[in-house]
């Protein structure tokens, strides 16, 4: 891992049964890079991104977050991430207040700096005047909103974003690229996130990777991948990339937890 | 220092009475078992010579509400596993032991409330402890037996997938653990082979240690019904916590 990567994999192989969702990739991500991870339904997205941030064990290979092992160093690496789920993991029957005074607690954050931490990141996301509302009432932007501010809570060096815009409208989105760049650029955090929408990662990323069966088909900036595959846009150069077969979707697009039983019945995702 | 298991508990409590249909809902269907049976049965009983069902009842009733709520809770742990929240939780640098514990100890507390609300009804319907002075050996019982079912139910939840699956333990499993529990009629005159299941299913030891504290009617003596509860709580909880650090998302 070179001094200023903050995130690396080393042929990191995942499989389920006999099916490999992650077949030996390796790829770094630097120091306040906003990376892409890109790749059709199945290809092994949320696979990877579930080893990166702890609830999967890699079947071999190393992955490594702010210097810390992810299997041997769990709560290090733990501590070094904030992630905003591809489903709300929001208690809806609690505050947003409350939502966030949950995850102070559980990182830590010494009891005298929780009130004033809460307070300036429920500002951050313009979600302080509502602070006192059950997240049942808010609508998908604000809960995406209110899990960004959960994720910086304990000042990760790293956000994951795992579909963040998925459901959100135009004007939403783009307020929550703005807080990512921001944050990225105040704060030197490191973003990696996964999209279908190629616009979002072109207009955004830093460096973008491509997975697809398992394998990592190509990284580099939008303007590197669209002149390797002598395309103009980003989203050309992907369907180049990955073909224009439409996948199934019963793999991936599940997003049940699993526990090792599941797996025994060979269940990709 | 206790702070994570509080606000998990925290979350537990408020969640609960956010939503008062779920504390209705709950104690709903032992007080519909307490007035149909306790005097719909009641009446047969006392001519057959056995004495006051409803005071037999009871303690059966009891347990069936921390049976019941100890594994609905366990749904719980099934919805924040679809809808999200437990991922929050599973990636908080924290032990997944303390995880469980403050969820459970939740859930217990939550069972509890109900037991105790299904014994005060039970009052107004003119049910008596035999001796008040056992009255905190009877919630002691309770408690023992609410944790051991909530680490059960958590159990269970982290290994089921989806909400049918569930469906099944609830018919295959917790029904019949209830039905041959001798909640609802003493085993001295039952035919041989209901009489066998009852005694190899554990929880008729905490509804024979239940009713033994209460009016004074115990079929296998309190020493064994304390020892199989015992056990049970151990195993429970030891289940529960194998299971839960394997959790994977």
Same mark, same amino acid.
């Not at chain 1, 963040?164 to 690229?177: A, H, I, K, V, Y």
């Not at chain 1, 990592?216 to 939008?222: M, N, R, V």
């Given at each position: 891992?070179?001094?200023?990567?903050?995130?690396?994999?080393?042929?990191?192989?995942?499989?389920?049964?006999?099916?490999?969702?992650?077949?030996?990739?390796?790829?770094?991500?630097?120091?306040?890079?906003?990376?892409?991870?890109?790749?059709?339904?199945?290809?092994?997205?949320?696979?990877?991104?579930?080893?990166?941030?702890?609830?999967?064990?890699?079947?071999?290979?190393?992955?490594?977050?702010?210097?810390?092992?992810?299997?041997?160093?769990?709560?290090?690496?733990?501590?070094?991430?904030?992630?905003?789920?591809?489903?709300?993991?929001?208690?809806?029957?609690?505050?947003?207040?409350?939502?966030?005074?949950?995850?102070?607690?559980?990182?830590?954050?010494?009891?005298?700096?929780?009130?004033?931490?809460?307070?300036?990141?429920?500002?951050?996301?313009? @979600?302080? =005047?509502?602070?006192?509302?059950?997240?049942?009432?808010?609508?998908?932007?604000?809960?995406?909103?209110?899990?960004?501010?959960?994720?910086?809570?304990?000042?990760?060096?790293?956000?994951?974003?795992?579909?963040?815009?998925?459901?959100?409208?135009?004007?939403?989105?783009?307020?929550?690229?703005?807080?990512?760049?921001?944050?990225?650029?105040?704060?030197?955090?490191?973003?990696?996130?996964?999209?279908?929408?190629?616009?979002?990662? =072109?207009?955004?990323?830093?460096?973008?990777?491509?997975?697809?069966?398992?394998?990592?088909?190509?990284?580099?900036?939008?303007? =590197?991948?669209?002149?390797?595959?002598?395309?103009?846009?980003?989203?050309?150069?992907? @369907? =180049?990339?990955?073909?224009?077969?439409?996948?199934?979707?019963?793999?991936?697009?599940?997003?049940?937890?699993?526990?090792?039983?599941?797996?025994?019945?060979?269940?990709?995702? | 220092?206790?702070?994570?298991?509080?606000?998990?508990?925290?979350?537990?409590?408020?969640?609960?009475?956010?939503?008062?249909?779920?504390?209705?809902?709950?104690?709903?269907?032992?007080?519909?078992?307490?007035?149909?049976?306790?005097?719909?049965?009641?009446? /047969?009983?006392?001519?057959?010579?056995?004495?006051?069902?409803?005071?037999?009842?009871?303690?059966?009733?009891?347990?069936?509400?921390?049976?019941?709520?100890?594994?609905?809770?366990?749904?719980?742990?099934?919805?924040?596993?679809?809808?999200?929240?437990?991922?929050?939780?599973?990636?908080?640098?924290?032990?997944?032991?303390?995880?469980?514990?403050?969820?459970?100890?939740?859930?217990?507390?939550? !069972?509890?409330?109900?037991?105790?609300?299904?014994?005060?009804?039970?009052?107004?319907?003119?049910?008596?402890?035999?001796?008040?002075?056992?009255?905190?050996?009877?919630?002691?019982?309770?408690?023992? %037996?609410?944790?051991?079912?909530?680490?059960?139910?958590?159990?269970?939840?982290?290994?089921?997938?989806?909400?049918?699956?569930?469906?099944?333990?609830?018919?295959? $499993?917790?029904?019949?653990?209830?039905?041959?529990?001798?909640? %609802?009629?003493?085993?001295?005159?039952?035919?041989?082979?209901?009489?066998?299941?009852?005694?190899?299913?554990?929880?008729?030891?905490?509804?024979?240690? $239940?009713?033994?504290?209460? *009016?004074?009617?115990?079929?296998?003596?309190?020493?064994?019904?304390?020892?199989?509860?015992?056990?049970? $709580? *151990?195993?429970?909880?030891?289940?529960? /916590? !194998? #299971?839960?650090? #394997?959790?994977?998302?």
């Amino acid at each position: 891992m070179s001094s200023n990567s903050v995130i690396s994999a080393r042929n990191v192989v995942k499989t389920f049964g006999d099916i490999k969702a992650v077949d030996d990739i390796s790829f770094e991500v630097k120091v306040g890079e906003i990376f892409a991870f890109l790749g059709p339904n199945g290809a092994g997205k949320s696979t990877t991104i579930s080893m990166l941030t702890t609830m999967l064990r890699p079947t071999s290979g190393k992955l490594m977050l702010n210097n810390h092992d992810v299997t041997r160093e769990q709560d290090k690496a733990r501590k070094s991430f904030g992630i905003v789920f591809q489903d709300p993991a929001l208690e809806e029957e609690l505050t947003a207040y409350e939502n966030m005074k949950v995850h102070a607690v559980l990182y830590g954050i010494p009891k005298n700096d929780q009130e004033q931490r809460i307070e300036e990141l429920l500002k951050l996301v313009d @979600l302080w =005047e509502r602070k006192n509302s059950l997240v049942r009432t808010y609508s998908g932007g604000m809960r995406r909103r209110l899990e960004i501010a959960r994720g910086l809570m304990h000042h990760p060096k790293i956000l994951f974003l795992d579909e963040p815009t998925l459901g959100l409208d135009t004007q939403t989105r783009n307020l929550l690229w703005d807080y990512v760049e921001k944050l990225s650029k105040s704060e030197g955090m490191t973003i990696f996130f996964t999209t279908h929408y190629l616009d979002e990662a =072109e207009a955004v990323a830093d460096r973008i990777a491509i997975i697809d069966h398992g394998k990592i088909i190509a990284t580099g900036t939008a303007k =590197e991948l669209a002149r390797q595959t002598k395309t103009k846009k980003l989203e050309d150069a992907y @369907l =180049e990339l990955t073909g224009r077969t439409v996948r199934d979707e019963t793999s991936e697009a599940n997003n049940g937890l699993n526990v090792r039983g599941a797996q025994r019945n060979s269940r990709l995702r | 220092m206790m702070d994570i298991e509080y606000i998990l508990w925290l979350r537990q409590m408020k969640r609960y009475f956010r939503s008062r249909s779920r504390v209705l809902g709950a104690i709903g269907q032992p007080i519909l078992f307490l007035l149909a049976l306790g005097y719909g049965i009641g009446s /047969v009983y006392k001519k057959a010579g056995q004495g006051n069902y409803l005071e037999f009842l009871v303690p059966g009733i009891i347990i069936q509400t921390l049976l019941f709520s100890g594994v609905f809770w366990g749904i719980q742990i099934l919805f924040d596993k679809r809808f999200g929240f437990l991922k929050e939780m599973l990636v908080a640098p924290v032990p997944r032991v303390r995880i469980l514990l403050g969820n459970a100890l939740g859930g217990a507390t939550i !069972s509890l409330m109900q037991a105790v609300l299904v014994f005060i009804i039970s009052i107004f319907l003119g049910f008596r402890m035999e001796n008040w002075a056992f009255l905190p050996l009877s919630f002691l019982l309770m408690v023992v %037996l609410s944790v051991t079912l909530c680490s059960f139910g958590a159990g269970l939840a982290s290994i089921v997938e989806d909400f049918q699956g569930f469906q099944g333990i609830n018919n295959f $499993l917790i029904f019949p653990l209830f039905f041959l529990s001798s909640a %609802l009629y003493p085993l001295t005159n039952v035919p041989d082979w209901l009489r066998i299941l009852s005694e190899i299913n554990p929880l008729s030891y905490a509804v024979d240690g $239940l009713r033994y504290t209460m *009016i004074h009617q115990s079929h296998f003596g309190l020493g064994k019904d304390l020892l199989v509860m015992a056990v049970a $709580l *151990i195993l429970a909880m030891y289940f529960a /916590v !194998s #299971r839960f650090n #394997r959790i994977q998302a």
